[in-house]
C-alpha cells in the first residue's frame, strides 16, 4: 500500500508536467501557423491596399491560403517576351524572370513567407529560352571569344542568390553546340559547361524534367 501511495505522488505531478508540456507545444504551434496569415502581411509599395488601388480595394483582395511547402516549377523556353531577336529584346524584356521576381515578392512581402522553407521555385530551361542560361561574355563553338549574348545574366544571378534553382535542359545545350554557339568538350577546356553562369545546373531533358518535378509535388507555371 505504501509503495502504491508514493507511485500515485509522483504520478500526479508528472501528469501535471506532460499537460503543461503539451498545452505549451499546441500553443507554439498555433502561434507558428498564425505568425503570417494577415492579408497583407507586408506591403509591396509602403502603401494599404486601398490607398494604393482606391477604398474597397482590400475587402476584394483574395489572398494565398496556402503558405507553407508550396512548390513551383516554371517553364522558360524564350529569350524575350517578344517576338524579336536576342539583340532586339529590351532590357526589361526578359521571358519569365520578371514574373518570377513579381512571385518572389508576392510570397515574402506580401504574405511573409520564407525561401527554401515556405517555398521553392525551380525554373527549367530549354529552346530559345537556354541563352538566358548563358554567361553574357564567353567562347563561342570554335573557341572565339564574343560578348553581348545574354544581357539578362544579372538578372538570372540576382534569383539564383534569392533561392531560384535553374535547370538548362542538354538537349539545348547539344543544340547550341551542334549550331556552333557553344564549345563542346574537345573545343575548349572547359567546353559548354564552363559557358554557364554560375549557379545553373542541368537536366537531362527540359520536357522531361517538367513533368517530373510535377510528380514531386510541383505546380507547373507557363509565364
Not at 38 to 51: K, W, Y
Not at 140 to 161: C, H, W, Y
Not at 201 to 221: D, H, L, S, W
Request: proline share 3%; aromatic share 8%; with cysteine.
Amino acid at each position: 500500500m505504501f509503495f502504491v501511495e508514493q507511485f500515485k505522488s509522483i504520478l500526479v505531478p508528472v501528469s501535471l508536467l506532460a499537460i503543461i508540456i503539451t498545452g505549451l507545444g499546441i500553443s507554439s504551434i498555433a502561434n507558428a501557423g498564425s505568425s503570417n496569415n494577415e492579408c497583407p502581411v507586408g506591403l509591396v509599395n509602403d502603401l494599404t491596399l486601398d490607398d494604393e488601388f482606391g477604398p474597397g480595394t482590400a475587402d476584394t483582395t483574395k489572398c494565398l491560403d496556402r503558405r507553407h511547402n508550396v512548390k513551383v516549377v516554371m517553364q522558360i523556353n524564350q529569350f524575350c517576351r517578344d517576338a524579336v531577336s536576342n539583340a532586339d529584346c529590351a532590357d526589361n524584356r526578359a521571358y519569365a524572370l520578371g514574373n518570377i521576381r513579381n512571385m518572389i515578392k508576392d510570397y515574402e512581402v506580401t504574405h511573409g513567407m520564407v525561401a527554401g522553407k515556405d517555398y521553392r521555385i525551380v525554373a527549367v530551361v530549354h529552346s530559345g529560352g537556354g541563352w538566358q542560361m548563358l554567361k553574357d561574355e564567353g567562347l563561342d563553338g570554335s573557341g572565339n571569344p564574343v560578348t553581348g549574348r545574354n544581357k539578362f545574366e544579372g538578372q538570372v544571378k540576382d534569383l539564383i542568390a534569392q533561392g531560384v534553382d535553374f535547370y538548362f535542359c542538354q538537349n539545348t545545350t547539344r543544340g547550341f553546340i551542334r549550331s556552333n554557339r557553344l564549345p563542346d568538350a574537345t573545343e575548349t577546356a572547359g567546353g559548354a559547361t564552363a559557358e554557364l553562369i554560375e549557379g545553373v545546373k542541368y537536366t537531362t531533358a527540359g520536357v522531361t524534367a517538367i513533368a517530373e518535378f510535377q510528380n514531386r509535388g510541383y505546380r507547373y507555371v507557363q509565364p
